[in-house]
């Protein structure tokens, strides 16, 4: 099992599961985390992911070069549609998921690891995480959305140090210039984690996803093709009975009970 799932009340963890190769992403990983994504997004009583690696040195240390290598020995167009495209449709998949997914970085999270951590919701980072993008060093850049999604984290000049030197770094730079949430000692990461979960969980599923989406959809268009999509996100859970109790509950001055559909 690649792939480890532990339900955490209205949450599931999901535990990359390759520790003796530091949580590696090989084809197998990557396709099972799929067909876990697609059956949880169908499950309604589960409000909120987290991801994270087995063990305590790696959340994920990038993509299995040595099952990838016969692809790119192969030819650019196999390693295109073997790897890149595995790779990407499994970044965008995540970053466009229905519910959060939050990442709990318990060690080091490099090349692919770095970029599957770039695509979670939100990100939680051990003291002793750290992050890089040492595709350079292998001759070709990241392939799995990293050239695209860190320069909207972090900048473009911080992106193009971190890509173009393959060096690694903190997770209190991380922190501080934006790429994670919050950090935390490695004994308080999942606990962290699943708090951050049921805070989201008070609130409305409805709400919550159309969030997500206004937010994602929006990130790479113009201020006012931005404004669209919000409005038309917040049409979508204004229809819903979850915003007629809240904001009957205000008015009444109560606590709100949402029915989450």
């Given amino acids: 099992m690649l792939i480890e ?3 955490h009340g209205q949450h599931v963890v999901l535990t990359l599961n390759r520790p003796e190769k530091l ?26 992911l987290v991801l994270t690696g087995q063990g305590d040195k790696a959340f994920s240390a ?12 192969a030819s650019p167009e196999t390693a295109y549609r073997n790897f890149v495209m595995r790779g990407q449709a499994m970044t965008r998949r995540i970053e466009n998921y229905p519910k959060p997914v939050i990442a709990a970085v318990n060690g080091i999270a490099f090349g692919g690891g770095c970029e599957t951590m770039e695509a979670c919701s939100i990100a939680i980072a051990a003291e ?10 292998l001759g070709f850049p990241p392939p799995f959305g990293g050239t ?13 140090e971190m890509i173009l030197t393959g060096d690694a770094i903190s997770a209190e730079e991380a922190l501080l210039i934006g ?5 935390v000692p490695v004994h308080e990461l999942l606990p962290a984690c699943l708090r951050m979960a049921d805070r989201i969980a008070e609130n409305s599923a409805i709400a919550v996803a159309a969030s997500l989406r206004a937010v994602t959809r929006g990130l790479n268009v113009s201020i006012d ?16 009975r979850d915003a007629r109790e809240g904001t009957a509950a205000f008015v009444e001055k109560r606590p709100a009970v949402f029915c989450h559909r």
Avoid: W
């Fill in 5 to 7: 799932t532990e339900r």
């Fill in 62 to 73: 990038g993509a299995d070069i040595v099952g990838f290598a016969p692809d790119i020995a």
């Fill in 225 to 240: 093709e931005g404004l669209a999509i919000e409005a038309a996100q917040f049409m979508v859970a204004a229809a819903s």
């Fill in 179 to 183: 790429l994670i949430n919050h950090v």
């Fill in 128 to 137: 002793h995480a750290s992050f890089a993008k040492p595709e350079i060093r």
């Fill in 148 to 160: 695209q999604r860190l320069p909207r984290h972090i900048g473009r000049k911080r992106a193009n």
């Fill in 23 to 48: 949580n590696a992403l090989s084809y197998e990983l990557i396709d099972e985390l799929m067909d876990r994504l697609n059956a949880l997004e169908r499950d309604d009583s589960v409000r909120c």
